[in-house]
Nanobody, 120 residues
């Protein structure tokens, strides 16, 4: 089970940090991904990190502004959002899967989502 925290409101240029807590003993067996979905749009890939944290991948829209990380000892994945833009406004979801993939279908388990609003 995955639970996402850390959403909220921020002004453009500001920062937020999201966390995704996983229950169970197998967190380190899964790659973790973050996706987002804006109103009226499809869910899209944001970032992903490998099981050991040594490999990461980012969507072009967030590259250089967002940082994904994980702490396997705490069963938690993180997404640091810096230099926020109004177009980052969306519900953000964390997900667990077998490997670092960019497609929604590549992940087996999903958190409930956390709302992020970036105002200009």
């Amino acid at each position: 089970q995955l639970q996402a925290f850390g959403g909220g409101s921020v002004q453009a240029g500001g920062s937020l940090r999201f966390s995704c807590e996983a229950s169970g003993q197998t967190f380190s067996s899964y790659a973790m991904g973050w996706f987002r979905q804006a109103p009226g749009k499809e869910r899209e890939f944001v970032a992903a990190i490998s099981r050991g944290g040594t490999s990461t991948r980012y969507a072009d829209a967030v590259k250089g502004r967002f940082t994904i990380s994980r702490d396997n000892a705490k069963n938690t994945a993180y997404l640091q959002m810096d230099s926020a833009k109004p177009e980052d406004t969306a519900v953000y979801y964390c997900a667990a899967g077998a490997s670092v993939l960019t497609r929604v279908g590549g992940y087996n388990y999903w958190g409930q989502g956390t709302q992020v609003t970036v105002s200009s």
